[in-house]
């Protein structure tokens, strides 16, 4: 019943920002956590960077200085602002989140994706 979509993927150029979204919907008692994820081609996916719902967050290496995560937590929404976008950003970012359905009952989501192409 849970929806994660992201929306805000495209091409743009070295240097560039994209800001990408992402919304759940469905039968939701809170999230404590969501996370974007990217997979590049031919590579493992890999974690970009993690709030809580407390806003905690956290970086990978490759993107700390150049991307932030924000969300709203009341409206079960976050955010990806990408800025400095370098070639090896490319890649298909994905929504996840630790969604509780109840009170006690937790399950791990994921959005279906969508492309970042950092190209000139």
């Known amino acids: 019943q849970v929806q994660l979509v992201e929306a805000g993927g495209g091409l743009v150029q070295p240097g560039g920002s994209l800001r990408l979204s992402c919304a759940a919907s469905?039968?939701?008692?809170?999230?404590?956590?969501m996370a974007w994820y990217r997979q590049a081609p031919g590579k493992e996916r890999e974690l970009v960077a993690t709030?809580?719902?407390?806003?905690?967050?956290h970086y990978a290496d490759s993107v700390k200085g150049r991307f932030t995560i924000s969300g709203h937590i009341t409206a079960n929404t976050m955010y990806l602002q990408m800025n400095s976008l370098k070639p090896e950003d490319t890649a298909v970012y994905y929504c996840?989140?630790?969604?509780?359905?109840?009170?006690?009952?937790?399950?791990?989501?994921w959005g279906q994706g969508t492309l970042v192409t950092v190209s000139s």
């Open positions: 996840n989140a630790k969604i509780y359905t109840t009170l006690t009952l937790p399950f791990e989501f």
């Open positions: 709030i809580s719902s407390l806003g905690s967050t």
């Open positions: 469905g039968s939701i008692f809170r999230i404590d956590f």
